[in-house]
């Protein structure tokens, strides 16, 4: 009781009033600024490694020559267009494999996009309802999913996704962590995108496998998960073209996919968490990547929402 006391006491100390705050406006030009975090929280220096690597990943004219030649040797042999142009992971044939519904058999509801993006916000408590296989296949097409294609220098016909990826490389892998799911034994699913369907990589999985490596949440939020959504990237299939660079495009690419990925929940009256704060390895290690030729880059919590959601959902992160 009185440790509660405590934290209590020592969070109503951390915050901070604004308008009684010592950040002192700066006068530059005539114009009043914020003084900059950095002078704010002068202890913590790491962000360091990632102002390194964002420098160093910055496009120059000198930069942008090797790219370019690059791009030159790519478009001039077919070797290399062919194999580019199949950026897909298959399991094979000795796991078995789910197929999910074809976008033509969705029959989707109605939908209004700009109401969908008004009213999205982060949910971290579900019901227990189970999803269906329907919705599934939807928040899987709708991310990541073949809307097209196109044909390349040499003649090779390339496919194309709903979301759209620097250089058409497609680096993302997807992977689902099923708990709660019509017709899908609980286990760990990875999304083959060329067949529309999920292989079963390891049969059987229970939420406290996930919740206690992720820092990020509080787990008794989220006890009632219906399905993890993960990502990971195979970063040759992006840096080989672009060098360190391509790791900003690959970041973008995964922001994009969860974008998509929570409009899309939120369209299915589902709702939904991105994790960032998870334990990379024990992630990697779940869904059987060395973390290194292929690693995780991110997780998403959905189920469908609770008819009465709880008042206080707090714990962004
Ligand atoms: C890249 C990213 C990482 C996030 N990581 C976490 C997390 O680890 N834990 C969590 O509870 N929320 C996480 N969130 C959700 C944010 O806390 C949430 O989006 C933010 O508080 C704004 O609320 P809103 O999404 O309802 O607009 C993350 C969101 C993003 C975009």
């Not at 062919?82 to 969705?106: A, F, H, N, V």
């Not at 097409?141 to 016909?157: D, E, F, H, M, P």
């Not at 299939?237 to 996919?257: L, M, N, S, V």
């Not at 024990?282 to 995780?296: I, P, Q, R, S, W």
Request: one cysteine or more.
């Amino acid at each position: 009781m009185k440790i509660k006391e405590e934290k209590k006491v020592a969070k109503e100390e951390r915050k901070v009033d604004i308008k009684t705050s010592p950040l002192k406006l700066k006068k530059f030009s005539e114009v009043w600024f914020l003084p900059p975090i950095r002078d704010i929280i002068k202890e913590d220096d790491r962000g360091d490694l990632a102002e390194i690597f964002h420098a160093n990943s910055k496009m120059t004219p000198y930069s942008e020559q090797s790219v370019g030649i690059k791009v030159v040797e790519m478009v001039n042999d077919i070797t290399v267009e062919r194999r580019t142009s199949q950026p897909y992971k298959d399991y094979g044939m000795s796991i078995p494999s789910y197929p999910l519904i074809p976008k033509e058999k969705l029959n989707n509801p109605q939908a209004d996009l700009f109401d969908i993006i008004a009213r999205r916000r982060t949910i971290r408590q579900y019901s227990d309802k189970k999803l269906t296989l329907e919705d599934i296949s939807r928040l899987l097409y709708y991310t990541y999913g073949i809307s097209g294609n196109v044909q390349l220098a040499l003649g090779t016909i390339e496919d194309l996704r709903v979301i759209s990826s620097g250089g058409g490389l497609y680096p993302l892998e997807v992977y689902l962590l099923v708990l709660n799911v019509e017709e899908l034994p609980k286990g760990i699913y990875h999304y083959n995108v060329r067949k529309h369907s999920l292989e079963l990589i390891k049969k059987g999985f229970e939420v406290n496998e996930i919740l206690p490596h992720l820092p990020g949440l509080i787990a008794y939020q989220t006890r009632t998960v219906s399905l993890f959504v993960a990502l990971s990237t195979i970063f040759r299939r992006t840096t080989h073209k672009y060098g360190p660079r391509g790791y900003r495009y690959i970041c973008f690419e995964a922001g994009t996919f969860m974008g998509h990925l929570q409009l899309i929940a939120e369209a299915l009256d589902l709702g939904s968490v991105q994790v960032a704060g998870y334990y990379d390895e024990v992630l990697n290690n779940l869904l059987g990547l060395d973390g290194v030729d292929e690693a995780t880059l991110n997780i998403c919590a959905l189920g469908y929402k609770k008819e009465q959601p709880a008042a206080k959902d707090a714990g962004g992160y």
